[in-house]
Structure formats: C-alpha cells, structure tokens
Nanobody, 123 residues
Framework: QVRLVESGGGLVQAGGSLRLSCAAS????????RGWFRQDPGKEREFVAS???????YYADSVKGRFAISGDNAKNTVYLQMHSLQPEDTAVYYC?????????????????WGQGTQVTVST
C-alpha cells in the first residue's frame, strides 16, 4: 500500500518559517515525481511547488522566493522549506506523487496524495 505522510505543520507567526516533510512508503518515488499543493477552507486546492521530470523546480507565483522544494531519494522524502510566511499561506498542505503525469502543476497529474498537514500563520 502506497502512503504519503506529511509532517512539520503547525502554528507560526507572520514572518516565520516552517519545514514540511513528506515521506513515502510502499513505493519508491524519485523526487522528480513529487509536488506540494495547499487548500484553504472554501477554496480550491492550488499548486504550490514541484519538481519537473528533468529535475527543474517550479513554484506558484505567490510563493516564489519564499518557498523551496527539495528531496532526498535515499529517504523517499521531499521537503518544503517555507520562509517569510504570511497569513495568506494558511492552509492544509498536501504532498503528492505522480507516476506518468506531465503537467507538474495540475492535480490530475498526481496519482497519490498525503492526508495533509495544517499550516496556520498568525498576524
């Protein structure tokens, strides 16, 4: 059974930092197959960051320069380092893994999802 488990969420003040982790089990995913999305209640789930199949990184405009995705293939884990957090970054953050999907920012490209971890940024 494939599982993606996020951790590292929590409550942080505006301007602070958090590092999310997503560990996969049941199947090995290269880091290039992984991405992060987030969803605020009442809103659509949106793309945050991902690797492309060539290893390039991609970010939503709203997080460019503040967030960084990284991965450790040996640990089957990807990370999302978040700096300069703002209240609008408050959401449940989900990691995802894709098998063949080519559109890194499209949720439909991803086959596996974690349960999510809550990030709350206070003013």
């Amino acid at each position: 059974q494939v599982r993606l488990v996020e951790s590292g969420g929590g409550l942080v003040q505006a301007g602070g930092s958090l590092r999310l982790s997503c560990a996969a089990s049941g199947r090995t995913f290269g880091r290039n197959a992984r991405g992060w999305f987030r969803q605020d209640p009442g809103k659509e789930r949106e793309f945050v960051a991902s690797f492309g199949w060539t290893g390039s990184t991609y970010y939503a405009d709203s997080v460019k320069g503040r967030f960084a995705i990284s991965g450790d293939n040996a640990k089957n884990t990807v990370y999302l380092q978040m700096h300069s957090l703002q209240p609008e970054d408050t959401a449940v953050y989900y990691c995802a893994a894709r098998v063949h999907g080519s559109t890194y920012s499209d949720q439909s490209s991803y086959n596996y999802w974690g349960q999510g971890t809550q990030v709350t940024v206070s003013t």
